[in-house]
Structures are given as C-alpha cells and as structure tokens.
C-alpha cells in the first residue's frame, strides 16, 4: 500500500495557461475524489469518481475544470485558461469497497498550483 | 448556513490539558462524520470516524456524536505539543457510503508546553 499519489507537487503557471494534474490512487481503491483547499479553509469538494464513471461534479466547478478517470486507475484534473483565483492546493483522496459502513477518504500529499 | 461548520480558533491549550474540538452539521439525515487532523503544509490525515451516537475512544482521542443537537465533537487528552494542527471536522451526507464529504474550515489548536 504505497498510498496515494500526486503529481505534480508544485506546479507555477502563467494566467491564461492550462494546467494538469494527475492522482494514482490506493490501488483497489475504487472511489477517487477531487477537492481543492485555500490556506484557512477546509478541502472543498470537486468532483467524484466511481471507477471511471464521474458520478458528482460541484456546482460550483466552473466548465474550464475536467476530470476523467479513463480506466478505473489514475485520474487527471485539468484547468483550463487559469485564473489567479484557481490558486489553490488541489487535493485527491481515495476509498475503499471494502469499508462499506464508513467509507472514509485517504488523501494524497496535494498538488499546489499558483498562478501569477 | 453552511452545511458543516467549525470554530475557525485558535484554540491554545498547555500541555497536558484536554482539547476539546467542537463541529455542528445542518443536515439531519448525515450518517457518519470523521474527523481528520492537517499539519501546516501537509494533506489531512485521518483520525478517527464515528457513526452511532455517544462516544469513541482511540488512545487519547475521544470523538463524540450527538444526532438529536447535530453535534460532533473531538477530544484530545493529554495534548502534546505535537497534536498543533489544523483538525477538519467532515459529514458524509445522506445514507451513502460513497458520496463526498463535506469539511468544516477546521480549527487550529495550539499546545503550549
């Protein structure tokens, strides 16, 4: 169980730029979620997979932002046209089927994006 | 209203004391709530998740529910210096065990030796 993983860590983008990050989940985890954190605020939910099926997307989540989830393993996240205020630490957790009764969420190290 | 809410703090403690962290939720039909501690810098890592109403012990954390005031709390005794974090309360919606969580802001304790 190596946990989960993210890449990259830092990632410094010009406005305007397109950015991509990737998360290799838990393996055998099948659910794989998406959130994002600003300094002083809890982790804010994005988007949600189900193997590769995207069975949740935030309302909130502006149509320049897509995941995808290809073949049930990896995901990537991608932002399209940056803005400042996509700065942000991108987090990416994964949970198991066979904690059926809580489903609790293991969270990669997070992939900082600052955009200047 | 927001869905999940937290004192933002800090909250200092000495060492040796009880911290005891307090979270409301809005949404009566949440099942099951956990609560996940977040060093400056780092991801959150969780601590301990509860889903029956009363109480959960785990070492020196004590996680709390109360359904009826839609009330979870943590309690943390003995704090060390090593236990200042940021702890992220967090309430899985509905029945579900796979939907998303939803996360307070979190509060910040502080532990003074």
């Known amino acids: 169980d190596t946990g989960v993983s993210q890449d990259p860590r830092h990632k410094i983008t010009k406005r305007g730029q397109n950015v991509t990050f990737r998360c290799d989940p838990i393996s055998e985890h099948n659910r794989l979620y998406w959130y994002r954190q600003t300094l002083g605020q809890g982790p804010e939910f994005l988007t949600y997979f189900q193997n590769e099926a995207q069975l949740e997307k935030s309302r909130l989540l502006s149509d320049r932002f897509s995941a995808e989830r290809p073949k049930g393993s990896f995901s990537t996240l991608e932002i399209q046209r940056t803005e400042q205020g996509d700065s942000a630490m991108y987090l990416c957790a994964s949970s198991s089927p066979r904690r059926l009764l809580t489903g609790e969420l293991f969270f990669g190290e997070g992939s900082r994006l600052t955009v200047l | 209203q927001k869905e999940v809410e937290q004192n933002s703090g800090p909250l200092s403690v000495p060492e040796g004391a009880i911290a005891s962290l307090n979270c409301t939720y809005s949404d009566r039909g949440s099942q099951s709530f956990f609560w996940y501690r977040q060093y400056s810098g780092k991801s959150p890592e969780l601590i301990m998740f509860?889903?029956?109403?009363g109480d959960k012990e785990d070492g020196r954390f004590t996680a709390q529910l109360n359904k009826a005031s839609q009330y979870v709390s943590l309690l943390i005794r003995d704090s060390q210096p090593s236990d200042s974090a940021t702890y992220l309360c967090a309430a899985r919606l509905g029945s579900s065990n796979t939907g998303k969580l939803i996360f307070g802001q979190g509060t910040t304790l502080q532990v003074k030796p």
């Open positions: 509860i889903y029956s109403n």
